[in-house]
C-alpha cells in the first residue's frame, strides 16, 4: 500500500510545525507520534515541548488538572489547532468524541452518523455501528429525545463508524451519571477490543483512567509529567493492590495526596 | 389519552420534557375551539350595539351588513368596484410577486454576507443603511421613477418582505454553534457539506422567523402601496368607498387583508411545525 504525507501547515511562530497525516499504509507502528510539540495562548505556554507517542491499538488515557493543557493536546492530535510548532504524525481516520455529545439536532440519529460518511453503503456501516452501541431502536429519534448516555453512545458510533486508527475521546462521560459512565466503560472496552483503534481517553477522572487504560499519563507544565503502564487484566477489580498503589501516586502526581483520598 | 402518556413516562430513557410537551400540545389541540368564544361575543355585542343604535352606520357598519356587503360584492359585478375576488385577485398577486421576489433576494444576500467577512463588509452596510430609510416615504419616489402601474407596488411589497427575512437569517447563520463546525471539520465535510448539512439548517428557525415577519411587514407595504394611483385591487376598492363614504366596503376589504394574513401566518406555522419537528420536543 502506498505511503502518503499531507503537511498541514500551521501559522506557528517558531520552529517547523505541522500535522502529518499517514494513511493507513504506513509502516510505523505509531498511531501518533508528537515531538516538540508546543502551544502558546498569548504568554502562557500550555504545551511546552510536549513529546508523545501512541502505538496502533494502545488505549491510552490521559489526566490533568483543568487547564493542564489535555484538551488542547487532543485539539492538536485532532487537526482543530492551526498555531502549533513542533512535529506531528497521525494516522489516519481519526475521529473523535466529544465532551458534549455534539449530535446535529436537525439530523435523526442515523443521520449523525452517516454525516461525512464517504462509504457507498453509508446507511448499512452506520446501521451496524449503531447495533455495536445497541442503540438500532433509536435510528429515527431526534437527538433532543436521546438521554445522555444514549446521545453519546450515538457520538461514539458517529466516531467508530469511520473505522479510525486514532479514536481521540475527549472527556465523553464526565456529564453522565456513575451507573451509565460504568456501561459506558464497559462498552468502551468492547468496541475496542474487537475493533483495536489507538485510542487516547483524555479525562479527569483517575479512577476511570485506571479502569480502562494500558498507559496513564500525567500532563503538568505542558509535558508529559508522569507515564505508568497498566499490566492488570481487563476486567480490573479497582481494589487490586497494583491499582490502588498507581491510584496514589497518580493522586500524587495531580497534587492531591493520598490522605485527601482516603476521607471520601 | 392515559394510557399514551403512562406508556410514555414509563420509558426509561425519556427526558421528563417530552412527557409534559406532549400533554401541552394535545391540550392545544382538542380545545383549541375555546380560542373562538371571546371573539365570537365580541362580534355579537357589535351586532347588539348596531342593532340597537348605539352604533350609528355612519360610522361602523353592522356584522350583518358587512358580511351582506361582501356577498353582494362577490356574487355581482359592481360597476365601480368590479367583484371582490377579482380586486382580491389582483393584490394577492401583487402580494405574491413582492414577497416571493423579497425573501429570495434576502435569503442570498443572508447567506453572502452570513458566511464570508468580505460579504458581510460589502454587503450589510448598504443593506442595514436602506433598512433605515422609511420604506413608505419611498412610495412618491418610486412612482416618480417607475410611474403608477404594478412595479412600484411589487417593488414596495419586495422591499416591506426583504428587510426582516434578511436580518433574521443573517443572524441565523451567526447564531450557529462553532462547536458544530469544529464537528464538521472533524467528520471532513466540505465547504458545501458544511453549509448544506450545518449551517442552512441551524439557520433555520430563525429565518421562518423572519418569514412571519417579512409576511407581515410586507401585507402593510401592499395595502399603503395599494391605496395610492391603483386602478384595481382591495387599496384601490378601499379608497374609493372612502370617496363615497361607503364604510361598509372598507370594511369588507380590511377583513379580507386580515383573513389574508391569517391564512398565511397559519400556513407558515404548518410549515414550521414540520420543518424544526427536531425541537417539537423543547414544548412549542
Known sequence: MATRFRPVSGRAPAAAAGRIIATDGQASQFAASVQGLTRRFGDRVVLDQLDLEIRAGEFVAMIGRSGSGKSTLLRALAGLDQELSGSMTVAEPVAVAFQEPRLVPWKRVLGNVTLGLRDPNQVQVAT?????????????????????????????????????????????????????????????????????PAVLLVTHDVDEALALADRVLVLGSGQIAYSAAIAVERPRDRNHPELIDLRHRLLNELGMPAEADETI | MFTEVLARSGAPDAPPGVIAAGLGSRRSRSRGWLRLISPVLLVGLWQLLSATGVLPPSRLSSPVTIAHTAYTLVVTTSPTYGTLQSSLLVSAERWAIGLSLGITIAVLLAVISGLSRVGEYALDPVVQALRAVPLLGLLPLFIVWFGIGELPKDLIVLLGALFPMYINTFAGIRSVDPKLGELGQVLGLSRWELVRHIVLPGALPSALTGVRLSVISSLLALVVGEQINANAGLGFMITTAQEFLQNNIIMVCLIVYAILGLLADWGLRVVERRALAWRRDFGQ
Open chain 1, 128 to 196: 451496524g455501528a449503531l447495533e455495536e452501541v445497541e442503540l438500532t431502536d433509536r435510528l429515527s429519534a431526534w437527538p433532543v429525545t436521546l438521554s445522555g448516555g444514549e446521545a453519546q453512545r450515538v457520538s461514539l458510533a458517529r466516531a467508530l463508524v469511520r473505522s479510525p486508527s486514532l479514536l481521540l475521546l475527549d472527556e465523553p462521560f464526565s456529564a453522565l451519571d456513575a451507573l451509565t459512565r460504568m456501561s459506558m466503560h464497559r462498552l468502551v472496552l468492547r468496541l475496542w477490543a474487537r475493533r483495536r
